[in-house]
């Protein structure tokens, strides 16, 4: 008898002990919870409708500018916060999900107890039992205030962009052209001094123009949708080195491509751009000393594209390889023209891609840049 009610005891203590840290379990939960809620902006609710019992979780009072647990939940408060234009489609939403038992989803405005006005997104789930009977209601009311603040700022940004695209960008044109056009009718009549300062004005309109250009390209590279076709890499590079023929010839230099892959997937316009990029960078930043000698190569292995473009250039010091690829970061700024953006659009379209960019020292002299993108990317 002494026996079994001590093991009793023990079975309590350890029923409590169980307990306590189904307890704490249950806290660090609702912490989580409640921290998930206030970092996505979502209030959640519960609605018991045998017993009519409404709960809310303390993200749901605070969006509608309460403190935790400062008031009695109930569907009349929570339709009061309802913007009072956007009342009449709430109702019928969950009216409408009652009716069918199913899911609602519903963007609508709230106002706050200090009358200021966010913008939800409102979900509701309908719960019944097997007689097809409504037995509760579970759902989120999320901000998207900043969201929506988000998309305007979108809309802002394109808006900006067709100013400096059209507004910009065509005065620019006219100001080259004309300058090209004033140059031929008079250069024979002005001194050379003149003659300069009209080179001077078609410079900084080509210039101004390519600033232009790449503030877009930073700017809206990084929504950019990946448009992806096969397309031959041999007549990729055969097509930017076509483009790159007179400055080499200038430089004397040379680029070499080592073995390439016959065909690849991945969005060609955006990689012709990658590349591009790295030979122009190339040539720009060679040596005076010695000419240009560039080297392309790409191995595949484990279902990657591992392309390398090498250089004998003035190379880049190990202590600034990574924020190379930062906009605007510039190291050689007062010798060679420039706005530090190509690398960093570079990054982008690899990181687009699902790949990898980063750079090493060549020896003896000057940069390796290497582009990894993955087959399947
Ligand atoms: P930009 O050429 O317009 O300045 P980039 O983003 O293409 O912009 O390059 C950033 C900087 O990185 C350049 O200003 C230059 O200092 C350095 N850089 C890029 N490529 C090379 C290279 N191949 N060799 C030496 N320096 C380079």
Known sequence: MKDTKADCQKEIDALKEEILLLEKELVRSQFRLDETQSITNTGSWSWDLTTGRIEWSDMMYRLMGYEPQSIEPSYDVVLSHVFHEDREAYEKNLGLAIDKREDYYLENRMTKTDKSIVKVISRGKCYTNSENELI????????INDFSNLKESVKRLEAYSN????????PLRTISSFMGLIKLKIS???DEESL???NLVETAAKEISAIVDDIL???FIKSERIKKSS????SLFKSIIRDSTDEL???KGQIVVNSLPDMMEADRVKLRRVFQNLINNAIKYSDPNRPPYIEISCDVENEKYHFSISDNGIGISPENTKMIFDPYFRLHSKEVEGTGIGLAVCKTVVELHGGQIWLEQNEPHGSVFHVVIPSNN
């Open 136 to 143: 509760a209601m579970r759902g989120t009311v999320q901000n």
């Open 163 to 170: 100013i400096l695209s059209h507004d910009i960008k065509s």
């Open 188 to 190: 024979d009549q002005v």
């Open 196 to 198: 300069e300062y009209l």
């Open 217 to 219: 390209s930073i700017a």
């Open 231 to 234: 397309f031959s890499v041999d």
């Open 249 to 251: 010839t200038v430089l």
